[in-house]
């Protein structure tokens, strides 16, 4: 049984270049502190993990459905508010507080599909835009309840040490992405909700006509897009310590398309490459605030007119090839497949 583990380990991961560098990526990063646990670098990764997940939840959503989606930050910051009025109000603790909220989340994403069975195309993506705006007004009509313009504040903090902050954040990035990437895996074996996602964005007429479900399978989409986007925001307000109108804020749904778009969209991990590149960076050119948006700019715009398809795609088309024959992938310097034998030129 093991031998069979390791060596089906060692074809589906150790021989394809792509995700032997994700396994690398998420060992060396529980293996970090090890290097530094200095606060203010710990807490920089805390939120890339957190808006990992966010992101990703985007491409999820809006990447393999073709549901393009401008209102992401509902999602988020209504889990953070609900998250913040059950720990400040009655008192339940993050382990609770959080789950709930992505409930809810799930509960706003049913909300904002409804326009999606009869709206396609940029028509979807204005009237998804309406929908955190919405929320704003409520949150602002009663701030003796939400706070106002200042929120909820004082919550209850994820742990008791950035440390154990870092390896929550970064256990449940990790689970979350691999979760929503098995989801969206159009080769697995196990889940086919893949490869029906890819047909609806494709030709959701054609997927209709062939027997699928598109209602069906969009409010899904919407249902798990929106539950990971609620965690991602149940554990910025716990660990801030705060859930205020910024996590509602359209430049936060923007901010997930660029970091999605950076990466590589319809991938999953170009989201995460996106997050882990552009994050850390506009932190630290915080030191040159007169430049910080510029070239910010100036990077996003050179990678997509040299790698329009994204960095992490770019990447992955030049170090793996995929057998004409029987779809394989292999790494770069191959001649032939490593189990058809096929010629790879």
């Known amino acids: 049984m093991l031998r069979r583990l390791f060596k089906d380990f060692q074809g589906d991961v150790l021989a394809i270049p792509g995700r032997l560098i994700a396994l690398v990526f998420f060992l060396l990063l529980f293996l970090f502190p090890l290097i530094t646990?200095?606060?203010?670098?710990?807490?920089?990764?805390?939120?890339?993990?957190?808006?990992?997940?966010?992101?990703?939840?985007?491409?999820?959503?809006?990447?393999?459905?073709?549901?393009?989606?401008?209102?992401?930050?509902?999602?988020?910051?209504?889990a953070a508010y609900t998250a913040a009025i059950l720990n400040k109000y009655i008192g339940l603790q993050p382990w609770a507080t959080i789950p709930i909220g992505a409930i809810v989340a799930v509960g706003a994403g049913m909300l904002m599909c409804l326009p999606a069975l009869r709206l396609r195309g940029p028509y979807l993506s204005l009237v998804t835009l309406a929908f955190p705006l919405i929320v704003l007004g409520v949150i602002k009509a009663f701030p003796d309840f939400t706070g106002g313009e200042h929120g909820i504040t004082g919550l209850a903090r994820l742990s008791d040490s950035r440390?154990?902050?870092?390896?929550?954040?970064?256990?449940?990035?990790?689970?979350?992405?691999?979760?929503?990437?098995?989801?969206?895996d159009a080769k697995s074996a196990l889940v086919r909700t893949g490869i029906i996602l890819h047909a609806i964005r494709e030709d959701e007429i054609a997927a209709r006509a062939s027997g699928i479900n598109t209602i069906r399978y969009?409010?899904?989409?919407?249902?798990?897009?929106?539950?990971?986007?609620?965690?991602?925001?149940?554990?910025?307000?716990?660990?801030?310590?705060?859930?205020?109108?910024?996590?509602?804020?359209?430049?936060?749904?923007?901010?997930?398309?660029?970091?999605?778009?950076?990466?590589?969209?319809?991938?999953?991990?170009?989201?995460?490459?996106?997050?882990?590149?552009?994050?850390p960076l506009m932190e630290f050119l915080?030191?040159?605030?007169?430049?910080?948006?510029?070239?910010?700019?100036?990077?996003?715009?050179?990678?997509?007119?040299?790698?329009?398809?994204?960095?992490?795609?770019?990447?992955?088309?030049?170090?793996?090839?995929?057998?004409?024959?029987?779809?394989?992938?292999?790494?770069?310097?191959?001649?032939?497949?490593?189990?058809?034998?096929?010629?790879?030129?």
């Not at 200095?38 to 990703?56: D, G």
């Not at 109108?245 to 990466?263: E, H, Y």
């Not at 310097?333 to 790879?344: E, F, K, Y």
Request: glycine letters at 8%; charged letters at 10%; a positive charge.
């Open 37 to 78: 646990q200095e606060p203010y670098t710990l807490r920089i990764l805390i939120l890339a993990n957190i808006y990992v997940i966010f992101a990703v939840s985007w491409d999820f959503l809006s990447g393999y459905t073709g549901q393009v989606n401008f209102g992401h930050a509902l999602f988020f910051g209504v």
């Open 163 to 184: 440390l154990t902050d870092y390896y929550i954040s970064a256990v449940v990035m990790t689970l979350s992405v691999f979760i929503m990437w098995k989801l969206t």
């Open 218 to 279: 969009k409010m899904l989409a919407f249902a798990i897009g929106g539950f990971f986007a609620g965690i991602a925001g149940g554990l910025l307000a716990h660990f801030m310590r705060i859930a205020g109108p910024s996590t509602l804020d359209l430049m936060l749904s923007f901010q997930a398309i660029i970091w999605t778009v950076f990466g590589g969209i319809v991938s999953i991990y170009g989201a995460v490459v996106g997050v882990y590149i552009l994050y």
């Open 286 to 345: 915080r030191v040159i605030p007169e430049l910080r948006i510029l070239i910010f700019s100036a990077i996003v715009i050179v990678i997509l007119l040299f790698m329009p398809e994204g960095i992490a795609v770019w990447i992955r088309d030049k170090i793996e090839r995929e057998c004409p024959r029987c779809k394989l992938t292999n790494v770069w310097w191959r001649r032939t497949c490593r189990a058809c034998g096929a010629s790879l030129y």
